[in-house]
């Protein structure tokens, strides 16, 4: 096995789940807040609300995007107020923006979002928020208009969490939720405005978790360190956020292995580093009994993430690989390997207006390619950039027989994540390239249920 491609594959794949996102990050900047100027003396007497309880007139003293730059929350008519908690190195928070913005119009005068930002860091000033959220007009276009209170950090204290984006709903003065995003759907909202019950799954922050620990402790299980050998699975385990990496002893001995709270898919793609490659998800072939281990499902995600930790004497990279695997075989019963299947596919080769303006400063390559980005373009890029957007958009897989070594510049159409193969020909036509069909063998990753 390529020791290089398991590196890069241990090293790669980290799932920020929707609602998991950023651990160690979260952590840090959670012990490191301080309490507002407000109630500086007075933090031992800050205690925690918890669902359920009753909400204080909590003072927002700075707020963009209202004319005062000042709130009190029972001054708030609506009859639903969620407060989303963010920090500016969170991206998926910031992503999120435009969906609460669209709930906020949704509902009008019955939802109140406040966009909270209750970090007093370098990396949250006044200034850093500005610059952050006008990058990200700049790049996509939207910038919010939702009422953003910035350095309540006494906000930590009432909610304490440690990973963002973080939700407290609040109505009757009232916690009554203190969630992820994957419970911010229109339904939740729009039962509860209804004066219906709804049954919120609540987020679990552990403010003294370390992933020095072993899950076997964490569960109550047994003494962790008393084991010489040992491997676990479990299924989701809330308020530990998601991760995956390689531990190592006193001696900087390879020692552990662990994946937390993530999907089966990326399990299997850090077991089988060489069996996925770099093939796109377009050569995935998915032939299980129950096909859904393998789907994100909104209502049942809980279901489709694990936790595993393998513990062991010194050992190397590629027996940690070899012990997970055999331990998803025993588990799960699917098998992984790489094979030829005949199928329609297309390749990409230059047509006869093909040409390249090229770049003599490294310093101008621009990869803009995220679905959001409003001017998307690749600029300097090697065609290989090219052919995996393109993969990332067809269901049929794209090869690239263009035998190009030159970099390229392209402009994308804002909506191109939604053409489909006959509307990407007429594009890549218009920049100099032709996508031809084909039948024939090519190369895909197949995961099969063993019989």
């Known amino acids: 096995m390529n020791s ?6 241990l090293r ?7 609602l998991l996102i950023n651990f160690l990050s979260a952590k840090t900047q959670a012990q490191g807040t301080q309490a507002h100027p407000q109630f500086a003396n007075e933090q031992s007497f800050v205690v925690p609300i918890k669902v359920g309880d009753p909400v204080p007139n909590i003072r927002f003293a700075n707020v963009l995007n209202t004319p005062s730059k000042e709130l ?5 008519p609506a009859k639903l107020i969620l407060l989303d908690m963010w920090t500016t190195w969170c991206t998926s928070c910031i992503d999120g923006f435009p969906k609460m913005e669209k709930l906020q119009k949704k509902f009008g005068k019955d939802l109140q979002v406040l966009l909270v930002n209750s970090s007093s860091d370098k990396y949250n000033t006044v200034e850093k928020i500005l610059t952050t959220l006008s990058r990200k007009k700049e790049k996509t276009g939207y910038y919010p208009g939702l009422p953003i209170p910035i350095a309540d950090t006494i906000l930590n204290y009432y909610f304490p969490h440690i990973t963002v984006p973080h939700y407290v709903w609040i109505m009757d003065k009232k916690v009554i939720g203190i969630t992820s995003q994957l419970e911010v759907q229109e339904e939740n ?4 405005i209804d004066g ?7 987020k679990d922050d552990q403010s003294s978790y370390e992933f020095t620990q072993d899950l076997s402790s964490r569960t109550n299980m047994i003494d962790g360190s008393k084991f010489l050998y040992k491997s676990i699975i479990t299924g989701f385990k809330p308020g530990i956020g998601a991760a995956n990496g390689i531990g190592g002893d006193e001696n900087n001995n390879i020692t552990k292995l662990f994946l937390i709270n993530i999907d089966l898919l990326t ?3 850090t077991a089988y580093p060489e069996a996925f490659g770099n093939l796109p998800a377009n050569r995935l072939l998915i032939e299980v009994q129950d096909s859904t281990l393998f789907q994100y499902n909104l209502d049942k995600w809980r279901n489709n993430v694990y936790c595993y930790e393998l513990t062991t004497s010194p050992t190397t990279v590629e027996q940690l690989l070899n012990y997970l695997r055999q331990d998803l075989f025993r588990y799960f019963n699917i098998n992984v390997r790489t094979e030829g299947r005949k199928m329609k596919y297309y390749v990409l080769t230059k047509n006869s207006n093909f040409s390249v303006k090229r770049f003599g ?3 101008d390559s621009v990869i803009e390619i995220e679905p959001q980005d409003l001017h998307k373009k690749l600029r300097n890029q090697p065609v290989s950039q090219l052919v995996n957007m393109l993969n990332s958009i067809s269901i049929y897989p794209i090869l690239d027989s263009t035998g190009l070594k030159d970099n390229i510049n392209i402009d994308f159409p804002f909506d ?4 489909d193969i006959d509307k990407l020909k007429t594009f890549v036509a218009n920049n100099g390239f032709l996508l031809e069909e084909r039948f024939g063998e090519i190369d895909v990753t197949v995961i099969s249920s063993n019989k």
Request: charged residues 25%; glycine residues 2%; contains cysteine.
């Open 4 to 9: 290089t491609m398991v590196k890069k594959a």
């Open 12 to 18: 790669g794949i980290f799932i920020c789940y929707l």
């Open 72 to 76: 009190k929350l029972y001054d708030i």
């Open 189 to 192: 909202i729009q039962d509860l």
């Open 196 to 202: 219906k019950k709804v049954s919120l799954n609540m």
């Open 267 to 269: 399990m299997y793609k």
């Open 361 to 363: 400063n490294s310093d």
């Open 416 to 419: 191109i994540y939604k053409y």
